[in-house]
C-alpha cells in the first residue's frame, strides 16, 4: 500500500512539475504575474466596456500539428504556446464568424489566448478511442487548456467584471468545439457557486455534449439545467450539427462527428430542449431560420458568388451577393442566405437536410470538419442558426434583467 501510494505522489508531482515547466517556457508568461493582466493575452479586450452585460468567449480548436508528433509521452507540442496563439490568424476568424452573434445585444466582448490542445489528438484519445495509448497526455493537454481558461476567468471576474460602480455585471460564457469543453470543465468545477449562476445570463455551450451523465455527475450543471425555451435565463445551451441521428458510435467506417452518447440538445430554431435518446415532435422548417452568415473566409469563399452560367433560380430567389457586414463598427465581408435550414433535435444531434440546402451554402459548397466523411457540420455551428442565435441573446438578456 505505501508503495501504491508513494507511486501515485510521485506522479502527481511529475505532473505538476511538467505544467510548470511548460508554462515557464512560454515567452509570454512571467513568473508571478497573472499573465491576463498583460492586455496582449487577450484576443479581445474592450477599451471601453459600457455595455450591461459581459461575454467571456472561448473559441474552438485551431492548433493542428501533425498527428504522429504526439504521443504517450506528454511533450509541449501537444499544446499551443499563447505566443503561438496570438500569431494564429485562425483563432480572429473563429472569433469573427462565432462571437459575432453578441454584439447586436449590446455586450462587451471578453476572448483570452490559451494554451490549446492539440485537436485531432485530443479527439482521437478521449473522445473517439482510437489512439487511446495517448489518453494520459491527451488529459494532461486538457487541463493545461484549462488551467489558462480558469486563470483568465478569475482574472476578468476580479478586473473586468465590474461596472461603473464596481458592481458585478451579468455575463455570458460562450464557446465553440473545444472552446466549449473547456467551458463545460469550468461550469462543472466553478459554478457550484451560487452568486456566479445568479449572474449567468446563460451558457451557450455549442459544438460539444453536455450527456446525462455529466448533468448527473457534477451539482453545478444539474444546478444550472438545459435550457428549455427561449427566454429561460441561468441555464445552458447545448447542441451539434449533423446529417444524422445519434452519437458518433453509430457511424462507420471510421467516427464522423463529436455527438456523445446520452447528449442532450437544445434547437435553435425552436429553443426547445430534447433529452437523451429523444427526438423532437417535429422539425422545424427552413422558415423558422432568420438567416445564415458566412464570412468570406469561411467555405462557400468563392469571391465570384452569382448565378452559374445558366443556372435558373427559383421564383422570387435573390442570388446572394458578398457585401459589408457591420461587426463592433467594423465592416466584414460576408454574405447572407435567409430561410436557410431548418433543424430537428434527434437522440442527442441537431439533425438537418443539407440535400436541401439552397445555393451558395448547398452541401456540395460547403467543408466537413478534418477533411472527415460528410454529414458533420461542426464548422458551421453558428453560421446556419446566425440570425437566431443573435436574436435569442437580446431575448435572454432582457428577460434576465426583466427577471430581477
Not at 489558462?148 to 455585471?169: G, I, M
Request: with cysteine.
Amino acid at each position: 500500500m505505501v508503495t501504491m501510494m508513494n507511486i501515485r505522489l510521485k506522479t502527481i508531482i511529475m505532473l505538476v512539475v511538467l505544467t510548470q515547466l511548460i508554462a515557464c517556457s512560454d515567452s509570454s508568461i512571467v513568473r508571478g504575474v497573472n499573465k491576463y493582466s498583460i492586455s496582449t493575452n487577450w484576443q479581445s479586450l474592450p477599451a471601453n466596456a459600457s455595455q450591461l452585460v459581459d461575454v467571456f468567449f472561448l473559441y474552438p480548436s485551431t492548433y493542428f500539428p501533425d498527428p504522429t508528433s504526439n504521443g504517450p509521452v506528454y511533450s509541449p507540442s501537444w499544446n499551443q504556446t499563447i505566443g503561438q496563439a496570438q500569431a494564429d490568424p485562425g483563432i480572429s476568424n473563429q472569433v469573427a464568424s462565432k462571437a459575432s452573434v453578441f454584439h447586436r445585444a449590446g455586450t462587451n466582448l471578453y476572448v483570452p489566448y490559451f494554451q490549446q490542445a492539440a485537436g485531432i489528438n485530443v479527439l482521437e484519445a478521449l473522445l473517439w478511442k482510437t489512439n487511446e495509448a495517448n489518453s494520459a497526455a491527451a488529459s494532461l493537454a486538457m487541463e493545461i487548456a484549462y488551467r489558462d481558461v480558469e486563470e483568465a476567468f478569475d482574472y476578468f471576474l476580479s478586473h473586468y467584471n465590474k461596472d461603473a460602480n464596481n458592481n458585478p455585471r451579468p455575463f455570458i460564457l460562450a464557446g465553440h468545439s473545444q472552446g466549449s469543453n473547456l467551458l463545460l470543465m469550468l461550469l462543472q468545477r466553478r459554478f457550484s457557486d451560487a452568486a456566479l449562476r445568479e449572474r449567468l445570463v446563460a451558457a451557450y455551450v455549442i459544438g460539444w455534449s453536455i450527456t446525462a451523465d455529466d448533468i448527473l455527475n457534477y451539482p453545478a450543471l444539474s444546478q444550472l439545467g438545459i435550457c428549455s425555451s427561449w427566454d429561460q435565463t441561468g441555464c445552458i445551451i447545448t447542441y451539434n450539427t449533423q446529417q444524422n441521428p445519434g452519437d458518433f458510435s453509430q457511424t462507420s467506417p471510421s467516427p464522423t462527428g463529436i455527438v456523445q452518447a446520452n447528449a442532450y440538445s437544445v434547437n435553435p430554431l425552436t429553443w426547445a430542449a430534447s433529452g437523451p435518446n429523444e427526438m423532437e415532435t417535429t422539425a422545424a422548417p427552413e422558415t423558422e431560420n432568420l438567416g445564415a452568415l458566412f464570412y468570406k473566409f469561411q467555405p462557400p469563399a468563392n469571391p465570384q458568388l452569382g448565378p452559374p452560367q445558366g443556372g435558373q433560380l427559383a421564383e422570387g430567389q435573390v442570388w446572394p451577393t458578398w457585401g459589408n457586414y457591420s461587426i463592433g463598427g467594423v465592416d466584414v465581408e460576408a454574405v447572407v442566405i435567409g430561410i436557410y435550414t431548418g433543424a430537428q433535435n434527434n437522440r442527442g444531434a441537431l439533425v438537418i437536410d443539407p440535400t436541401i440546402l439552397p445555393v451558395p451554402g448547398n452541401y456540395q459548397n460547403l467543408n466537413t470538419p478534418y477533411n472527415l466523411l460528410p454529414g458533420w457540420y461542426h464548422n458551421y455551428d453558428y453560421s446556419f442558426f446566425f440570425f437566431n442565435l443573435e436574436q435569442n441573446v437580446i431575448d435572454r438578456i432582457e428577460s434576465y434583467h426583466v427577471g430581477r
